[in-house]
């Protein structure tokens, strides 16, 4: 199998795991599973932190760190106030919503 | 290049990641899936620390700091009713950096010596493109729902033109790119996509805009996923992936529990759909009472449902109105809160502004169990609600709302409207409800209005 085949191969997949894990979300939960979403993509960071160590231009660095401060608001602040969202929601008795 | 030990390790983020959106899913689980998420994601920056060698690590960890601190700060900060505006800002961010990092990712590649292969410029390309449109759309739709700019669609003659024109400059940048990756194409390509963001945002309007949020968070996750292709990094890859997936098919869902298409949301307004709303005062004559009698109606009522909107929570009246709740069926009266799917800003805000206030989770029906009921209320009470029970979203097509399930408040025996003034909701149109014989609004600041309520109640 030749690599790209591979990554396809993995980005399919990835697409069905995608949409067959939150289909049966409801609609109170909206709001929060976007955000949770949100933040997972945040992981870009790992992708700036790859660039910016490898770069040896002082522009190139300075745009890096830029890069690396924005991935990293996005992936702390976006797991924070999922989490304080869903805090709301916890600690009492309730039951499951249809949905 | 990268040890095994810590592809390892990204396929165990990657599992955090589809563990994470599958609790996520479920009001049990959802903190916990939340937390396996962040789990994940620190896992995948730890090993990237020690999976190369790095320069400028300083530098690096300095900017990670910088950015934990802006982001938690921001993130406690906010208030809850803030919040969709929040998740905009990062989402924007997040596609920001995406682009900026592939555009690194270009300079790199075309400073060495050798051709790049044509599917990693492909990727380069998209993930810059849409990248800056997820960054410039987030801002705008910041900018409308911290009403730092108008809520309402924004168009001018000659918009699709434009819009048709930056989108196929985009496209010929792009196509411009994968053939002579130059540094120049790059930059400018970016440019071109922070314009097609802007004009792609601008004709949305008021109750639509959690919708494109949405859309542009998927966005952002296929730029991820195509930035680890050409990273070569199978962490990234995955994730947006899973997160450009899951954010379309959670659109999809957003737009159909507001009756909504998408090709709708994004272009009602070019097509001169939504340009219905008045946006402006009547002057029409309705009937308003003062707290004493509508504290009567409410008291001698034996079923009572609440619509709660987004004025609610931004006056901070939630507290002070599940008080008047609570007294109400210490009375014996039966009381139920109806949540619209899009009551406040977004798709179960309202649920989430009630649970701060601790309300019963029991007492929030949604909308399909509670819309069979509202024939027996006796009196129902909005407060600071307009849209989700406006009438004009099953009588009057070409409304901007028209198709929008609705609560049918409507067939209640008496309807008390709380309402700071005569101005239209968040869609900008007027409400025939207000007008109707049934009708008694109260006007007032909600939280004021509602402490003067509840004593009158009390008192009663």
């Known amino acids: 199998m030749s690599e790209p085949i591979v990554w396809l191969t993995i980005f399919v997949l990835s697409v069905f795991v995608g949409v067959e894990v939150i289909s049966k979300v409801s609609s109170t939960l909206h709001t929060p599973l976007m955000s949770g979403a949100n933040a997972i993509h945040g992981v870009i960071l790992v992708g700036a932190i790859l660039v910016t160590g490898f770069t040896d231009s002082t522009g190139a ?14 992936m702390v602040g976006g797991f924070v106030v999922t989490d304080r969202m869903l805090q709301m929601f916890g600690g009492r008795k309730r039951q499951e919503p249809k949905a | 290049m990268t040890p095994t030990w810590a592809q390892l390790c990204y396929l165990a983020a990657a599992v955090c990641f589809i563990l994470a959106l599958k609790g996520l899913s479920s009001p049990k689980t959802a903190r916990n899936g939340n937390l396996i998420g962040a789990i994940g994601a620190v896992l995948a ?12 690590e300083l530098s690096i960890l300095v900017a990670i700091a910088v950015g934990t601190v802006i982001g938690v700060v921001g ?11 929040l998740v905009a800002l990062f989402n924007g961010v997040g596609g920001g950096a995406a682009a900026l990092v592939a555009l690194l990712e270009l300079q790199e590649a075309t400073s060495g010596a050798g051709d790049v292969p044509t599917f990693d410029l492909v990727a380069t390309a998209f993930t810059i493109l849409v990248g800056a449109v997820s960054f410039s759309g987030s801002m705008v739709t910041f900018a409308k729902l911290q009403e730092l700019m108008t ?46 963001g802007v004009l792609l945002v601008l004709p949305v309007g008021g109750a639509d805009v959690p919708i494109v949020i949405s859309l542009l968070n998927a966005f952002t996750g296929l730029t991820v996923a195509a930035g680890g292709y050409v990273l070569g990094n199978t962490l990234l890859l995955v994730a947006g992936t899973l997160v450009g997936a899951s954010g379309t098919f959670l659109t999809k869902m957003m737009a159909s529990a507001m009756g909504r298409s998408l090709v709708n ?19 029409r004559p309705v009937r308003s009472a ?27 009246a939630q507290h002070t ?28 805000h309202m649920n989430v502004l ?9 007492q929030l029906k949604e909308m399909g169990d509670i819309n069979g009921e509202f024939k027996q209320a006796d009196v129902v009470l909005v407060v600071g609600a307009n849209d989700v029970v406006n009438p004009a979203a099953k009588t009057t097509p070409g409304a901007p709302i028209f198709g929008m399930p609705i609560l049918n408040a409507d067939e209640a025996k008496q309807v008390i409207f709380m309402k700071r003034s005569m101005r239209p909701g968040f869609a900008g149109i007027e409400n025939e409800l207000l007008f109707d014989p049934k009708t008694t609004l109260l006007f007032g600041d909600a939280k004021d209005t509602m402490s003067k309520l509840l004593s009158a109640v009390k008192s009663l």
Not at chain 2, 330 to 342: F, L, M, N, S
């Open chain 2, 354 to 362: 009630l649970a701060e206030a601790q309300v019963p989770y029991e």
């Open chain 2, 75 to 85: 993130a406690r900060r906010v208030q809850m009713t803030q919040m969709p505006q």
């Open chain 1, 61 to 74: 660095l300075v745009v890096g760190l830029v890069a690396i401060v924005l991935a990293t608001i996005n």
């Open chain 2, 151 to 196: 809520t309402r669609p924004v168009t001018f003659p000659g918009l699709p033109v434009a819009f048709a024109l930056a989108a196929l400059c985009g496209l010929g940048l792009s196509v411009l790119l994968v053939l002579d990756p130059v540094m120049w194409v790059g930059v400018v390509l970016g440019f071109a996509g922070l314009l097609l």
């Open chain 2, 265 to 283: 949301t994004l272009f009602g307004a070019l097509k001169g759909g939504s340009t219905l709303g008045a946006g402006e005062a009547s002057d």
């Open chain 2, 290 to 316: 003062g707290p004493a009698d509508v504290a009567i109606l409410l008291a001698y009522a034996n079923r009572v449902i609440i619509v709660p909107g987004y004025g609610l929570a931004v006056a901070q």
């Open chain 2, 45 to 56: 920056c730890v090993t990237v620390f020690f999976a190369v060698e790095l320069e400028h």
């Open chain 2, 321 to 348: 109105l599940r008080e008047l709740v609570d007294e109400l069926m210490a009375k014996g009266i039966t009381v139920d809160y109806a949540i619209h799917p899009v009551a406040g800003r977004m798709p179960g």
